[in-house]
């Protein structure tokens, strides 16, 4: 048990701690205060009133013509007749058809030289594993670079054929 004396002590050490708490409490929110004003008492974080901002501008917007406007070439040098667009939808001239032609053989050129590399490096690894049954790497080695090797020739092919 305490004595009377050692409860005292401890009870106003107590009020002096909440003192002090409370002290500090009104410190911080004074802080507060100072470093983030009252948007409602300050001028400076006044918001501007309906009549203190600009104008709305007007502004219009005219559809553009369909008929004229269709793709990215003036319409003369589409296809159809005389450039006014009247051929049936979808109609292609024979050029702009070979150079759909060509966009769609230019871009298999990646595929078939990533698929060349992935063809020859997986042959190669059937050949170390089945053929030669050894541990070293020569299959994989030989077969990676017949990949690029052939990759590397079909590639050469379909830019001659895009040339041509």
Known sequence: ??????????????????????????????????????????????????????????????????????????????????GGGGGPRGQVSPDEAGEYRNMGVASTIGFSLVGSIIVGTGLGLLADRYLLRSTTPWGLIFGFFAGVISGFVSLIRVTNRLNK
């Open 1 to 82: 048990m305490r004595n009377d004396g050692e409860s005292e002590r401890l009870q106003r050490a107590k009020a002096v701690l909440e003192q002090t708490a409370l002290e500090r409490a009104a410190a911080e929110e004074e802080d507060l205060r100072a470093r983030f004003p009252d948007p409602d008492t300050d001028e400076r974080l006044r918001v501007p009133e309906r009549s203190d901002l600009p104008p709305v501008p007007e502004t219009t917007f005219t559809r553009p013509d369909t008929q004229t406007a269709r793709g990215t070439r003036p319409a003369s040098k589409r296809a159809g007749a005389g």
